[in-house]
Structure formats: structure tokens, C-alpha cells
T-cell receptor, first 107, second 113 residues
Framework: AQRVTQPEKLLSVFKGAPVELKCNYSYSGSPELFWYVQYSRQRLQLLLRHISRESIKGFTADLNKGETSFHLKKPFAQEEDSAIYYCALSSGSRLTFGEGTQLTVNP | DTGVSQDPRHKITKRGQNVTFRCDPISEHNRLYWYRQTLGQGPEFLTYFQNEAQLEKSRLLSDRFSAERPKGSFSTLEIQRTEQGDSAMYLC???????????FGEGSWLTVV
């Protein structure tokens, strides 16, 4: 069975500080991993996927198969990054989500 | 707005009543998903369709829940004999079969009193 764990429900940092949102997964196959974000009063939207190896809004995430992790990082947090971030794993047919981490970036 | 749309956005119903939610996916998207999300939790998969065929259902989907996508376009999710535990946000999402990005709607909030 596939499972996604986000150990921190709440994370608070100051503007300009580095931020790391942790994600660990368990999956027997070859995983496809994503980060979704939900800003206040907006719909859930894709932030980035591991396949693309892209940087979106300054965020990056590296898949570490040895540690079964897909942590999301940003070197300098901005106030507009405040949101709920969900790590998700795709089995091909559907997404399995973690419980989410609410990030607050303080001025 | 050409994104996934859901209706109604909010529904308050009495325990025991039936409710139905509608989802209009992005045009041409073959796959349509239903998820449920409660406060403080991530979305939980309920079911998905490929065109009009319902291909997978979660164990979370009790026999009081039924979903349809009769013409492979919009979908409905019906909950019969609602219970207080059904109170949640019901999210619809869609994607192209050949794509790997799932697009979500804004959700339908259900409150059972």
C-alpha cells in the first residue's frame, strides 16, 4: 500500500529564512511525486513534480529514493508563500496525499 | 473560467437526507476523480472515472455513496441517508489520460446537522 507522511502539521518561519517541508513516502513501485499547494480561499493546485526537476516560485524538491523522501525547499521564504502544502504520490491511476503542512511566513 | 467547476459550493442538510454534487471537468479531460477532505487532513481518494467507466472505488465509498458519469463529461456524486460523519469537503478533479497533472475544483462543502 502507498503512504505519504508529512511529519509537521504547522511550520512557521520569518521572511527571508530558509524553509524545508518534509515528505516521506512508502511505495513498492517506482514513485511519481508531486507537491500541491493551497493558498487561502483558492483551489488546490500543482506546485511541482519530481519528474520535471523544475523550480517553481523558488521552490525545489529532490526525490531521494534511498531515504524515500521528497522534501520541499526554498532558500528565502516570502510572506506570499504562506499556504498549506501537500505532498502527493501517484500510482498511475490516482494520487495519495499526505496530511499537509501549513506554512506561515512571518514579516 | 475553464477550470473544473463544482456545484453547489456549500450544502447544509439534515441527517438522513440525500444530497447530490455535480462536477464539470475541464473539457476533453478523460479522467475524473472524486476526493473527500476533512478539516486538517489531506484529500482522500473516493473514486475515479475514465470517460464514462468507473474504474476504481475506495473502501471509503460506502454503499450510501454513488457516483456517475453517464456521458463521459460531467459527473455526479450522491450521498444517501447522510450522516454527520459525511460532513466534509468533496473535491472533484480531472486530467487528460496522456497528462500527469490533475486539476482540482474548488470543492463542495457539506455540513450534515
Amino acid at each position: 500500500a502507498q503512504r505519504v507522511t508529512q511529519p509537521e502539521k504547522l511550520l512557521s518561519v520569518f521572511k527571508g529564512a530558509p524553509v524545508e517541508l518534509k515528505c516521506n513516502y512508502s511505495y513498492s513501485g517506482s514513485p511519481e511525486l508531486f507537491w500541491y499547494v493551497q493558498y487561502s480561499r483558492q483551489r488546490l493546485q500543482l506546485l511541482l513534480r519530481h519528474i520535471s526537476r523544475e523550480s517553481i516560485k523558488g521552490f525545489t524538491a529532490d526525490l531521494n529514493k534511498g531515504e524515500t523522501s521528497f522534501h520541499l525547499k526554498k532558500p528565502f521564504a516570502q510572506e506570499e508563500d504562506s499556504a498549506i502544502y501537500y505532498c502527493a504520490l501517484s500510482s498511475g491511476s490516482r494520487l495519495t496525499f499526505g496530511e499537509g503542512t501549513q506554512l506561515t511566513v512571518n514579516p | 473560467d475553464t477550470g473544473v467547476s463544482q456545484d453547489p459550493r456549500h450544502k447544509i442538510t439534515k441527517r438522513g437526507q440525500n444530497v447530490t454534487f455535480r462536477c464539470d471537468p475541464i473539457s476533453e479531460h478523460n479522467r475524473l476523480y472524486w476526493y473527500r477532505q476533512t478539516l486538517g487532513q489531506g484529500p482522500e481518494f473516493l473514486t475515479y472515472f475514465q470517460n464514462e467507466a468507473q474504474l476504481e472505488k475506495s473502501r471509503l465509498l460506502s454503499d450510501r455513496f454513488s457516483a456517475e458519469r453517464p456521458k463521459g463529461s460531467f459527473s455526479t456524486l450522491e450521498i444517501q441517508r447522510t450522516e454527520q460523519g459525511d460532513s466534509a469537503m468533496y473535491l472533484c478533479a480531472s486530467r487528460l489520460l496522456t497528462g500527469n497533472t490533475i486539476y482540482f475544483g474548488e470543492g463542495s462543502w457539506l455540513t450534515v446537522v
